[in-house]
């Protein structure tokens, strides 16, 4: 509470001695209405990271995302990979704030290294995963402290392959291709379409799809980078590979027509 | 001036994070003398973007019920996973498995107990009662129940409970035979009802996954729908 005894404000809306100022029209830092304690919650993004893409292909799945870090409009940071090698069924790939991501890796390595302590054979599998994301981002959502992140788990399970995502409210869903951010409006369509002429690509056809929807990201999005990772996992096992680099040019606009752009 | 600092930091701030989402999506249930059908479409939407053509939003929770929810997905997974758990516990703690009429009882309760925080579902139930007749319960999201003989939920809710109306409880028509219709007709009833929603609703569409609970068991259909 403000008491009539502390220090009156340094300037018009500014801060009193000792206190914290609190931007004008930035939505951080903002008090949250649950006051029971005055605990200051950040509920908007700061670093983020753009699109993320999956891919099924036939005995296996394919994950990308560049490693841009932007902060608002600016392209603040140049490495920040968002596709982890979980293990040898699993990969983790995931968009939108970049500390959260940070924060929910950091816990998901935790659990890999208790799961190889035990050295049993027995590692966290992909749906497991997928369905402990989903638990963890609804409680978070629950108590109004979401953590910004959409995250997508690309595996093997039972030698099929799998591909789940879940978002920070804890909406989960599996599916061929899915994607997150501007990918959904440019690498979607483009990749249902791939499929549909060709069921059961292969890896490499997958990748090389996978390349050209990353090429279309960089010149399309303004919010995505020149680099990127690949995470490719089949039964021969997983592995994050990269990273790559787009080159921008107009014609795979027209998804690779020439004389259309 | 202080005064109006003391307001500024007084006064809640908005927040800007819903923890809720419209995912969309249709249920529709009928019940008949000996039979109870559920059925939904298989589109996941938020918005103007479609997450997944292929996610039904049925839940076979035992061999004479299932369960069709749409609204807030998240809730409904959160729901329904927590349903299955209790369910179990019924199962380990009176050796028997829960009655629809049973499960209807305490689906309610459990959406009760979160009045203030509710799951944001419109949820419906199919299944055979004790004595092996169909029947359906409604939720609304904080646990308003109903049993009722038909019942369509969801994004076309209001669009096909009339139709369900007119097609099988016979309102507005005259010099009509109004025993029940049977189980092949309701399963045409309720395919032309989703054919008709996926016309007008954009939230409804892709696909139809179907349950029919008869005494024999669940026996599953799908049928495509419009997927523009």
Known sequence: ?261 | MALVTKQILDTPIQHHFSPYSDNGGTTVAVAGPDYAIIASDTRLSAGYSIYTREQSKLFTLSETTVLGSSGCWCDILSLTRIIEARMQMYLHEHNKVMSTTSLAKMISIMMYGKRFFPYYTSTIIAGLDPEGKGCVYSYDPIGHTERANFRAGGSSGALLQALLDNQLGFKNQENVDKTPVSLEKAITVVKDAFTAAAERDIYTGDGVHLCAITKDGIKEFNFELRKD
């Open chain 1, 1 to 261: 509470m403000f008491s009539d005894y502390s220090a009156p404000p340094m300037w018009q809306n500014g801060p009193a001695l000792g206190k914290y100022y609190d931007f004008p029209n930035v939505s951080t830092n903002k008090i949250s209405h649950n006051s029971t304690n005055g605990k200051q919650r950040y509920h908007t993004p700061l670093t983020t990271g753009t699109s993320v893409i999956g891919l099924v292909f036939n005995g296996g799945v394919i994950l990308a995302a560049d490693t841009a870090g932007y902060y608002g409009s600016m392209m603040r940071f140049n490495d920040c990979p968002r596709i982890f090698q979980v293990n040898k069924y699993t990969i983790l790939g995931a968009g939108n704030d970049y500390a959260d991501i940070q924060y929910l890796n950091d816990i998901i390595k935790q659990k890999i290294l208790d799961d190889d302590l035990h050295n049993d054979g027995i590692a966290l599998k992909p749906k497991s995963l997928h369905s402990w994301l989903t638990r963890v981002l609804y409680n978070r959502r629950s108590q109004f402290d979401p953590l910004w992140i959409n995250a997508f788990v690309a595996g093997m399970q039972n030698g099929e392959p799998f591909l789940g995502t879940v978002d920070k409210l804890g909406t989960a869903y599996e599916d061929k291709i899915l994607s997150f951010g501007f990918g959904t409006h440019i690498s979607v369509p483009y990749l249902r379409q791939e499929r549909e002429k060709n069921p059961n690509m292969t890896k490499e056809e997958a990748i090389a799809c996978i390349k050209t929807c990353m090429d279309m990201l960089y010149v399309r999005d303004a919010r995505s980078g020149a680099k990127y990772n690949i995470g490719v996992i089949s039964n021969e096992g997983s592995e994050v590979q990269g990273p790559f680099e787009s080159v921008g040019h107009w014609n795979i606009a027209t998804h690779g027509t020439p004389g259309q752009e």
